[in-house]
Nanobody, 123 residues
Framework: QVQLIESGGGLVQPGGSLRLSCAAS????????MGWFRQAPGKEREFVAA????????IYGDSVKGRFTISRDNAKNTVYLQMNSLKPEDTAVYYC????????????????WGQGTQVTVSS
């Protein structure tokens, strides 16, 4: 079974930066598209970013475009999310997802999910 483990979450002030990492237990999981989603209390899970097999194709949610950057290192079976200019509305649990056959924002297209890491943006 493929396992995804997120790290890098924490508390940061508005305008600050965080870098999230997601390590996959199996090589096969990093051979397909991977993505990041987030969920705040009382809200639906929201698409953040996704990246293709080679890292050449990326898409972003409108709320994070220009501030967040997704990347991957296939040699390490790891995907990253660099978050800059953080805002209080970015506060959420961030989930790593893997295994999609397309670079897409739909949660249903990703069969593998991590447990999530908390990101809190507050002064």
């Amino acid at each position: 079974q493929v396992q995804l483990i997120e790290s890098g979450g924490g508390l940061v002030q508005p305008g600050g930066s965080l870098r999230l990492s997601c390590a996959a237990s199996e090589r096969t999981s990093s051979s397909y598209a991977m993505g990041w989603f987030r969920q705040a209390p009382g809200k639906e899970r929201e698409f953040v970013a996704a990246i293709g097999w080679t890292g050449g194709s990326t898409i972003y949610g409108d709320s994070v475009k220009g501030r967040f950057t997704i990347s991957r290192d296939n040699a390490k079976n790891t995907v990253y999310l660099q978050m800059n200019s953080l805002k209080p509305e970015d506060t959420a649990v961030y989930y790593c997802a893997a295994g999609s056959t397309a670079v897409i924002a739909r949660t249903s297209r990703y069969p593998y999910w991590g447990q999530g890491t908390q990101v809190t943006v507050s002064s």
